[in-house]
């Protein structure tokens, strides 16, 4: 089983090049993010516990996202392997995948960005309301104005995407998550990328990773 999970701060490019390489392998791209947001967005039990979190860019609590994360992955459409998009986030994440997971191929994708690319990308991006495609006014726009190239949906800007917000999420990803670059380093299974190139560019580092390991 292949597991690639995708690391980086708010902004690196998570979503767009999990998006890219699950079509390419086939294989199902699971963002802790999209899922948050749509239980927040249809009012579910997970979405009124997560909602705040999220709108104050803290960490939804270690044992909830497990929770999540568990029922997902054992979803038969995983079991030739997955994307992580998001997740773990924090030590005690990762330990409880490493338990879970004990015999798959792990490979960690770390996109790394400046703090000064995170804001200027996210105040600009846009995301599809209806299948979730990710734009970018500045470097990656809709062929026509605030309507999604495939599906035709509207755009919108996510409610965490103010600068407030963001430098919230960026301290909680220095203080949190960051720690996780030593511990998958020291577990053999980091592979740095700098997310600040093109996406083609970005993209063809990573299949080169996923495909040979350099
Ligand atoms: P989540 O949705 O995961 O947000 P995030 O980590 O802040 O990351 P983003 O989705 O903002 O960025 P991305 O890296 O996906 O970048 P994207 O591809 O869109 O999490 C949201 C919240 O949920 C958290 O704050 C937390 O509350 C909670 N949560 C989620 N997981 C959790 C967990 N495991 N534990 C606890 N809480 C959790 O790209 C960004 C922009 O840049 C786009 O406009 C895109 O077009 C553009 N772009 C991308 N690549 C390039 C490029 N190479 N060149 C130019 N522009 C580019
Ligand atoms: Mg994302």
Known sequence: MRILI??????????????????????????TGDIFRDAVKNETPLGKK???????????????VWEVVKERITKEDCKFGFILDG??????????????LSNAEIKV????VSDEVVINRLTSRRVCKNCGAIYNLVSMPPKENNKCDFCGGELYQ???????????RLDAYYKESQGLLEYYKNEG????????????????KILKVVNNGV
């Not at 994708?109 to 790394?112: K, V």
């Not at 996510?158 to 919230?168: A, F, Q, W």
């Not at 990328?193 to 560019?201: A, L, M, R, S």
């Open 6 to 31: 995708f690391f980086g701060p708010p902004g690196a490019g998570k979503g767009t090049h999990a998006k890219i390489i699950s079509e390419i392998l086939n294989i199902p791209h699971i963002s």
């Open 50 to 64: 997560v909602k705040e979190y999220l709108d104050n860019g803290k960490l939804v609590p270690d044992e909830l």
């Open 87 to 100: 997740y773990p986030r924090t030590i005690p994440q990762a330990e409880f995948l490493k338990k879970f």
């Open 109 to 112: 994708i770390y996109l790394r």
């Open 158 to 168: 996510r409610s965490d995407d103010t600068e407030e917000v963001i430098r919230k």
């Open 189 to 204: 299974l980091l592979y740095e990328i700098n997310g600040e190139e093109d996406k083609e560019i970005v993209t063809q």
